[in-house]
């Protein structure tokens, strides 16, 4: 299972680990980047659950970590 690494800012970076489709630790950033709808989706379930008050995300980037 590859580890995706997520930077919400420059001074924030956060690593989760999921099980993507059609990726592993050799894919491209490309391949993972086919992926961002559900990657984004499971981590703003992962944030509703630890901040149920709410978080607000003004970019999103990321890519797989190395």
Same mark, same amino acid.
């Given at each position: 299972? $590859?580890?995706i690494r997520?930077?919400?800012a420059p001074e924030l970076e956060l690593n989760m680990e999921m099980d993507v @489709?059609?990726?592993d630790v =050799?894919?491209?950033d490309? =391949?993972?980047q086919q992926h961002k709808a @559900?990657?984004?989706a499971e981590f703003e379930r992962r944030l509703k659950a630890a *901040? $149920? @008050?709410g978080v607000t995300i003004h970019t999103f980037? *990321?890519?797989q970590a190395r």
């Open positions: 299972m $590859p580890k997520l930077q919400m @489709e059609g990726v =050799d894919s491209r490309w =391949d993972v @559900e990657i984004y *901040f $149920p @008050e980037q *990321f890519g």
